[in-house]
């Protein structure tokens, strides 16, 4: 089928696909241009003049709200959730290769994780943590909620990926005499390495970028996520524009470096089969 | 990086024959293995939900909570006209952007499955739609306000071209752009399922199809269509549960002038009335469990996948 000429329905799709993607990016790239408004510019077109004032703008001493301080709480936090949720979905995937009492329930856990409105976590935990006494702060509460919401992507992602994983490896390493350990960390881990930073990726922007479960969470300090839509309702000028847009640039980084490791280990793996 | 569900049974079954050799010691090793998880999620998620649970049956007043058994939190939310409408108003998005994202979603999915040809540009190409689900919400719904506003692009358009005389109110701070945010968020949750089912298609029956004579609109009806369920359930439940949780793109894009369940759990919050918000709690995630569960007898995913 696929030597047939293209279709008038061919045509017809590739274009409702190009305008799904200027719908996806179109409205991103306003804010783009408009964040280099000149300094009398306001949030709408037409640009007034063009300057990088507005970034200088966010770099100074703020009247609302503390950019610097919001963005590496948010920066160690999608750190922190990252090396949790790669961790914790690694050994859950491990452990559902085999049948273990509880094994289904904690499946629907997971999935119950994905499905409870994220306000009602915020909700829960805050509560929780005030009749506990505790002070709800962004490394304790606040990791523990994002983690509600980056686990069940984890294990659903390693559920897929041991589904499609042939036992034959581990079985040549033992015939050949490794440990259990040495056939893990030798066989069984670098072939899943790539889906391991995918999770990865998600465990960290998942992190990075959430709003909702961080509401009733963060305690006294603000995320990024926090700072930011607290400047959508008081922020009038294009400083919140020049702050999307240096976040925005900041996700697609970890994309694109994302990215290129794992296409990294590709091509190194390629030219070892070769 | 596709998100695929997997029934636990069948990873049971690939049990490795090795494993069962060293049984005494090997049987403990799952449960060592799933413990972290079922730690977090326990302390997380279940334990916070049993306390909402419990809260809701709290009085208060406005500085703090008093334990006790009492039921107006309940009475008064499901008495009020305003709570009503409220849930009527959150379903009616739902239903609105589940529609549309399944539309848009399906058709996307289709056309990256069964019209890119080669495996490296399909990559790309779902790729290029993943990237902004990686970004920020909230920036990606802020970005509609210059495209959309009083003097945005489509208004200087609209009026430049002289299709109307003066700019469009409605495009902005309306149901319109609620729904639409929503769309634009939400959309790629619907793609990724789909996607991923349609990957999984044997081309085999497509081939057969055509050679017992389906015309393509037939083979779309009658073969994809019905193979693609699965991957539409799932994409259902991760949209319409996003849409029945959401408080920011209701808040940002009505401009305060359209309520939404969680919108209303919020408000409650911000005036410490925690055990209405609880109430409140219940009853919406007794709704989404019923709305995920009802998807889940359409289509049975542990089954199909």
Known sequence: MHHEKRTFEFYALAAFFALFVLFLYGPLSAILILSFQGPDGGLTFPLNGVSTHWFANLFERQAVGDFGGSFRRSFTLGLLVMATTVTVSLLAGLAFRRRFRGGTALFYLSIASLVVPSIIVSLGIGVLFSQLGLQPTWFTSAFGAHLTWTLPFGVLIMFAVFNRFSPVYEEAARDLGATSWQTFAHVVLPIILPSLIGVGLFGFTLSYDEFARTLLTAGTFNTLPLEIYGMTTNVTTPVLYALGTVTTLFSFLVILATLGIILGLARRRGRAAA | MAVALDQPDTIDAASPAPARRR???????????????????????????????????????????????????????????????????????????????????????????????????????????????????????????????????????????????????????????????????????????????????????????????????????????????????????????????????????????????????????????????????????????????????????????
Request: charged residues 10%; aromatic residues 12%.
């Open chain 2, 23 to 305: 049984r005494g010691r090997a049987e403990a090793v799952p449960y060592l293995q799933a413990t972290p998880l079922f730690l977090i999620l326990g302390v997380f998620l279940l334990v916070p939900i049993v306390m909402i649970a419990v809260v809701s049956f709290w009085d208060y007043d406005f500085a703090q909570m008093y334990p006790g058994f009492v039921t107006f939190n309940y009475t008064e939310t499901l008495g009020s006209w305003v709570t009503w409408k409220t849930y009527l108003n959150t379903l009616k998005y739902a239903a609105i952007v589940w529609a549309l994202t399944l539309t848009i979603g399906f058709t996307v999915a289709y056309f990256l499955a069964f019209h890119v040809r080669s495996t490296a540009m399909q990559m790309v190409l779902f790729l290029v739609c993943t990237v902004p689900f990686l970004t920020s919400n909230i920036i990606r719904m802020i970005s509609w306000i210059p495209v959309l506003g009083r003097n945005g692009l489509v208004n200087s358009a609209l009026v430049g071209s002289g299709l109307v005389a003066r700019p469009v109110e409605w495009l902005l701070y309306s149901d319109f752009a609620v729904v639409l945010a929503m769309v634009h968020l939400y959309t790629l949750f619907m793609v990724t399922p789909i996607f991923n089912t349609l990957m999984r298609i044997d081309r085999a029956l497509i081939e057969a199809a055509r050679d017992a004579g389906a015309s393509g609109r037939q083979i779309l009806w009658n073969v994809i269509l019905p193979l693609a369920k699965p991957g539409m359930a799932i994409g259902t439940i991760f949209v319409v549960t996003l849409v029945m949780a959401d408080f920011s793109t209701v808040q940002v894009m009505s401009g305060g002038q359209s309520a939404s369940v969680a919108l209303m759990m919020k408000n409650q919050m911000s005036l410490l009335q925690y055990p209405a918000a609880a109430a409140n709690a219940v009853v919406l995630l007794v709704l989404v469990l019923l709305l995920v569960a009802a998807i889940l007898r359409v289509v049975d995913i542990r089954k199909e996948l």
